[in-house]
């Protein structure tokens, strides 16, 4: 679910959660690659929201991460 989810994000060591917001602090290459071959898309500062998190794409999200 979106808790457990949240949860293995702040084990990562560069990543913080800010509200329904997340920064990655991954490379600008991680972002492309997560863009083109997982269709994962966030802004170049790696915020993404986490509020587009949901049944639907927890699983798929959380074994791309």
Known sequence: DLMEFRAHLIKKDKIILKGM???LGISSEEVDTLRA???VY?????RIN???ININNIDYL???F
């Open 50 to 52: 986490l509020a587009g």
């Open 62 to 64: 959380s074994n791309v």
């Open 37 to 39: 071959k997982y269709g």
């Open 42 to 46: 966030m802004v170049g500062s790696t």
């Open 21 to 23: 917001f997340s920064f």
